[in-house]
């Protein structure tokens, strides 16, 4: 299965108000080169799953337009990996990876179960445990099957909801390495939303913060890639890392 | 994916206080009636109503395979229709306001009152008892089955929707799974109701002629003030209930133990 090319994504003005009308978003404008990776940051409430999920096509928004039309991309050019793994209870990590293929109707079965057991080894799931269901998997691998179930169909376009948020720390940072290493192999176009800073800015090639629904602010990583772990112990992180705070505490203003 | 089962003697352990009590029973009941002298047709002594169960075992264990098959026929009616039923409602929430009041209104109406009229359309026969079974035990299952369709997990869904998975694939490969969890929770409710169905309904059909099924012969044994061999066929009906529950634990936990399990999220 040949990879779907990255895909550029454009917001512009998205507004989204909610029954009772909350504006969750108002007039945001963002941009995401094909490629590109760029990390949304902000307090709960916020606006950015909301986003998120107008990108995705899960949200319609009331003003504003966004490009690509999620209908306008081929089925499987678009995944999503939510804060929770939300695989199925009754399949194993196998047809839990291979659901997506089987949706959109994407080779025969063998070669979807070919495709779903190369991506379960992408992302250090183990052989022994194929044959597992979710109920007798850890946190972690739970995680790593919720990858591998969206990166099956070779997305142009990955959009990742607080993936390791419920994660310890060790494991945060073991899937945030997987996470660049995979995007290093096989570039697609990201939006990565997170509480995190650290993880905003080593997974990111921008940092948007977002506050009350606006975009408060912008910072380019000019981190170089590949960006293992000890990054983060280096200055010209930690001078991000305070620039990233002092974005986020003048957009609350 | 069953789940693992205790072990023999944990389960005779756990059995062990139940039995106790039903010892006591029998024995206290036993002494009561000797001691205050009460007449048979009153109260019969356990040992009467034993007796009752050996001499009458012919007719009793007919009276039983024809209430069970009965009760079964109900019960997988009411599973068909049901599960059929609650999944239009799933697809439709017009069809599901429209329709949703009758069922409840067919739930709040007394079988006994309709059971009549039953046999005025259906006639003195098995098909008027397992349509009475049906009755009763229909709306646990249409009422869980149906709450289960729509209590979607919504990043499923949002799953689906992202794969732009359309009405029958949804309903195929997620909400049908989802439901079977409470599919079986209707089943273990209605398989009880199911019997009673079967014992409502034979009750009336008895008395068209002589049926053979447990209802029917505890009507009999009723009028002609029979009550060793009463209280034996209830003793038989409650027995029917627990297989039944039994049997339909055994086969949920079997066939629908794997979309019973939690996600571990």
Redesign the interface.
């Known amino acids: 299965m040949q990879p779907l090319p990255a895909a550029p994504i454009s917001c512009r003005r998205v507004g989204v108000r909610f029954p009772g009308g909350r504006d969750v978003l108002a007039g945001v404008d963002l941009d995401v080169p094909a490629g590109g990776v760029v990390s949304l940051v902000g307090p709960s409430g916020c606006g950015k799953t909301t986003l998120l999920?107008c990108v995705?096509?899960?949200q319609r928004p009331t003003t504003g337009t966004i490009e690509p039309r999620?209908e306008s991309l081929p089925?499987?050019a678009?995944?999503?990996v939510?804060q929770?793994?939300?695989?199925?209870?009754?399949l194993d990590a196998v047809h839990n990876v291979m659901?997506?293929l089987?949706?959109?109707g994407r080779d025969a079965p063998a070669g979807r179960r070919a495709a779903a057991e190369h991506w379960l080894g992408e992302v250090g799931f183990g052989v022994d445990d194929r044959a597992k269901?979710?109920?007798q998997?850890s946190g972690g691998m739970?995680m790593r099957v919720s990858l591998a179930r969206a990166l099956v169909?070779e997305p142009a376009i990955l959009l990742l909801d607080e993936p390791f948020a419920a994660l310890d720390d060790l494991l945060r940072t073991r899937l945030t390495e997987l996470l660049l290493d995979l995007h290093a192999r096989h570039p697609r176009t990201m939006v990565l939303v997170t509480h995190n800073i650290g993880e905003a800015i080593i997974v990111g090639d921008e940092v948007c913060a977002i506050d009350r629904g606006r975009i408060g602010g912008r910072i380019a990583v000019d981190l170089p890639r590949p960006r293992p772990a000890r990054v983060r112990g280096g200055a010209a992180f930690s001078r991000l890392y305070d620039a990233v705070c002092d974005m986020l505490a003048e957009a609350a203003r | 994916m069953s789940r693992p089962r205790p072990p023999l003697h944990r389960l005779v352990l756990e059995a062990l206080p139940a039995l106790a009590v039903a010892v006591a029973v029998v024995a206290c009941w036993q002494w009561a009636v000797g001691h205050w002298k009460i007449p048979a047709y009153l109260l019969p002594s356990p040992a009467q109503v034993a007796t009752a169960l050996w001499e009458k075992r012919v007719v009793l264990g007919h009276a039983f395979w024809v209430t069970a098959r009965a009760a079964v026929a109900g019960l997988a009616a009411a599973a068909v229709v049901g599960t059929a039923l609650a999944i239009l409602f799933s697809q439709s929430r017009l069809v599901r306001t429209a329709l949703y009041p009758y069922v409840l209104f067919l739930q709040t109406v007394p079988i006994v009152a309709i059971a009549p009229l039953l046999i005025t359309w259906s006639g003195y026969g098995q098909r008027t008892v397992i349509l009475v079974s049906a009755i009763i035990a229909l709306f646990p299952i249409l009422s869980n089955m149906t709450a289960g369709l729509l209590a979607l997990d919504p990043n499923h869904r949002d799953l689906f929707r992202i794969y732009r998975a359309g009405r029958r694939p949804t309903l195929v490969r997620l909400r049908l799974p989802t439901a079977m969890g409470h599919l079986a929770l209707g089943l273990r409710i209605s398989c009880g109701l199911a019997v009673i169905g079967a014992i409502v309904g034979e009750f009336f059909v008895g008395r068209g002629g002589d049926f053979p099924g447990l209802g029917a012969v505890m009507d009999r044994w009723l009028t002609m003030g029979k009550t060793d061999a009463l209280m034996a066929a209830v003793l038989l009906s409650s027995l029917l209930g627990l297989a039944m529950f039994a049997a339909v634990n055994l086969l949920t936990d079997r066939l629908l133990g794997k979309y019973v399990q939690g996600t571990g999220d």
């Open positions: 999920r995705a096509g899960l999620p089925p499987g678009l995944a999503y939510f929770e793994p939300a695989l199925l209870p009754w659901l997506p089987d949706l959109i269901h979710p109920g998997l739970k169909t």
